[in-house]
């Protein structure tokens, strides 16, 4: 069974620049979640979706951040002018159920 | 909206010996109780859940304890070896959603 698929696996910006996360989840997992991981730091939730809704976003800046899952299938996190606090590692995991979620390698950004 | 802590964020252990991490949160209703390993420049992998009514659960070497009354979930490895040198983290899953909270991280290092 192919696992959760994150590219690209490294990305350098400049501020200011915009840059866009794809994932592609395991296939039937109808949950799928977008996490932020600051050096050192635990998994902050930005996002899930359920199929192609959005469920949560409360933690996603919404005025540079945006996340899409327009067929219930693969999704896209971008983001507009970044900063460099917004250097991180960026999680995507997907799940048949809350009980075990299934975890790509992950985007490291840094943001220079 | 619940809240995780974990303890400690870093431990160092020789080989033989056991190693305890400790987390606790707030919802009382969290329905499944998760604990995830890191190792450097991979994803987060799951080596245990349980469920809200299991107190005990013990599964290669890993025992995880649940204390419903003061909140509070704790991972032992038994015998730990230096293979099991990695970011630890506990995971919560809140009640009557899928949305999944992850502590602070436990970095533990096994020494030979």
Known sequence: ?112 | GEQVEQRPPHLSVREGDSAIIICTYTDSATAYFSWYKQEAGAGLQLLMSVLSNVDRKEEQGLTVLLNKKDKRLSLNLTAAHPGDSAVYFCAVSVSNTNKVVFGTGTRLQVLP
Do not use: M
């Open chain 1, 1 to 112: 069974e192919a696992g959760v698929t994150q590219s690209p696996r490294y990305a350098v910006l400049q501020e200011g620049q915009a840059v866009s996360f794809w994932c592609d989840p395991i296939s039937g997992h109808d949950t799928l979640y977008w996490y932020q991981q600051p050096r050192d730091q635990g998994p902050q939730l930005l996002v899930y979706f359920r199929d192609e809704a959005v469920i949560d976003n409360s933690q996603l800046p919404s005025d540079r951040f945006s996340a899409v899952r327009p067929k219930g299938t693969n999704s896209t996190l971008k983001i507009q002018s970044a900063k460099q606090g917004d250097t991180a590692t960026y999680l995507c995991a997907s799940s048949p159920s809350s009980e075990r979620l299934f975890f790509g390698h992950g985007t490291k950004l840094s943001v220079l």
